[in-house]
């Protein structure tokens, strides 16, 4: 069975830092894109970045770029987020998730919720 | 940014009837390999976004029949052939083709 279960969520004040983890299995891992998409409350939804199998190649959106760094550990099967510089329009759930353009075989965690606020 | 349209944003169905959202991209979504990446994702009250249909018309594993994508370019339609209480919810499309990768504003589904 495939999971993707995020942690790493909570209250943080602006101008602070969050790392977000991303633990994965039922899949192989090491082979995968992976990404980080997120909701904020009541919103639509944004595709924050992507990174390649061997983290050779990353994709931010601009709104996120200097300040975000996406990473993973496929040794461990995660994937992560450090957010620097956090705002109050950066709260939102966020989505791990391993994409698949081409296939049926694209996977959503369950998310967990950042809130930015002083 | 390519910016996706969707409409209608609201969407009140009568239970066995059949139900459609359109969905507007700014650009062509056609990739340089010739494929459409424009997927469609429904999510249900509570829960995290599940996709349902990939490059325009492909339906994932699991997803009922009464699904359906169409579309080229810049102008895709998802259908529900007839609405059950379980299709409640909002709907999103989405591009992949160019980065940033985007998402409609969403339609809420509701049971009238």
């Known amino acids: 069975e495939v999971q993707l279960v995020e942690s790493g969520g909570g209250l943080v004040q602006p101008g602070g830092s969050l790392k977000l983890s991303c633990a994965a299995s039922?899949?192989?891992?090491?082979?995968?894109?992976m990404s980080w998409i997120r909701q904020a409350p009541g919103r639509g939804l944004e595709w924050v970045a992507n990174?390649?199998?061997?983290?050779?190649?990353?994709h931010y959106v601009d709104s996120v770029k200097g300040r975000f760094t996406i990473s993973r550990d496929n040794a461990e099967n995660s994937l992560y987020l450090q957010m620097n510089s956090l705002r109050a329009e950066d709260t939102a759930v966020y989505y791990c998730?391993?994409?698949?353009?081409?296939?049926?075989?694209?996977?959503w965690g369950q998310g967990t919720l950042v809130t930015v606020s002083s | 940014d390519v910016v996706m349209t969707q409409s209608p944003l609201s969407l009140p169905v009568t239970l066995g009837q059949p139900a459609s959202i359109s969905c507007r991209s700014s650009?062509?979504?056609?990739?340089?390999?010739?494929?459409?990446?424009l997927n469609w994702f429904q999510q249900r009250p509570g829960q995290s976004p599940r996709r349902l249909i990939y490059?325009?018309?492909n339906r994932d594993s699991g997803v009922p029949d009464r699904f359906s994508g169409s579309g080229s370019g810049t102008d895709f339609t998802l259908k529900i052939s007839r609405v059950e209480a379980e299709d409640v919810g909002v709907y999103f499309c989405?591009?992949?083709?160019?980065?940033?990768?985007?998402f409609g504003q969403g339609t809420k589904v509701e049971i009238k």
């Open positions: 998730a391993r994409p698949s353009r081409s296939s049926s075989s694209e996977y």
């Open positions: 039922g899949f192989t891992f090491s082979t995968s894109w």
């Open positions: 990174i390649k199998q061997d983290g050779s190649e990353k």
């Open positions: 650009q062509s979504l056609v990739y340089s390999d010739g494929n459409t990446f």
């Open positions: 490059k325009v018309s």
């Open positions: 989405m591009q992949g083709t160019h980065w940033p990768w985007t």
